[in-house]
């Protein structure tokens, strides 16, 4: 099993209707800065090394101006010295929202299953998640949704619900139709008007 690049896998997905936040490689912190223009981004090393990044320290979120770019950027390099190959990918910075997670692996027993929780820190904590097995309808999307305690943290109160229904089912769909044997978006950044993929992580 071989992880798939993230641009990669990003593009991958794309094709599904699955948008991730934009992204870009970083050779250098002057590219960092200039994807930045005005607005804050994101800098993360990624390594086939290092799985979990924020545990690691290799997430650096809010950053703003040249300054503060170019200071993460070096510290990414630094921790980087044990870690290669790695790159370093810049992001937008998704606008807040609540953490979800969507996901799919192979079963030994049922094969393709399809998964949505809650995301980010709290997956471990509070194990809130359903899983169905692949391929799903839009129905089995629905019943996903409304099983998981936090649906209402999830959906604004149901105000986005047909969306994250919809992202399940497209998700579900890639999966299906695709060789990758393990997929995990997490988290997927939820808010009342929209979501940003921010982590994305596929196995060939
Ligand atoms: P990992 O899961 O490997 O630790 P992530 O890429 O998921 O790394 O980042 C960890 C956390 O950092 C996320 O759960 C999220 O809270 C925050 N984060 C990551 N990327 C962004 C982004 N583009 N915008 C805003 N917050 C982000
Ligand atoms: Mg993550």
Not at 33 to 41: E, L, P
Not at 56 to 78: C, Q, T
């Amino acid at each position: 099993m071989e992880l798939i690049e993230y641009m990669k896998a990003s593009k991958m997905l794309e094709k599904y209707g699955i948008k991730s936040i934009r992204s870009s490689y970083v050779p250098s912190s002057l590219e960092a800065v200039k994807f930045a223009g005005a607005n804050s981004i994101v800098l993360k090393l990624l390594s086939d090394k290092a799985l979990h990044k924020s545990k690691a320290g290799l997430v650096k979120v809010g950053l703003l101006g040249k300054k503060d770019i170019e200071s993460a950027f070096r510290e990414l390099e630094r921790k980087g010295a044990s870690l290669k190959p790695y790159k370093i990918i810049a992001q937008e910075m998704a606008k807040g929202g609540i953490e979800i997670i969507i996901g799919g692996n192979i079963d030994q027993q049922f094969g393709k299953m399809v998964l949505l929780g809650l995301g980010g820190g709290y997956v471990e904590t509070f194990k809130d998640t359903a899983l169905r097995i692949c391929p799903i309808g839009k129905s089995d999307a629905e019943d996903m949704l409304n099983q998981l305690k936090s649906k209402d943290v999830i959906t604004s109160n149901g105000s986005n619900s047909k969306m994250v229904v919809d992202l399940v089912l497209q998700v579900s769909r890639f999966f299906s139709e695709s060789d990758i044997s393990e997929l995990d978006l997490n988290p997927v950044m939820i808010r009342k008007d929209g979501y940003d993929v921010v982590d994305i992580r596929m196995l060939e």
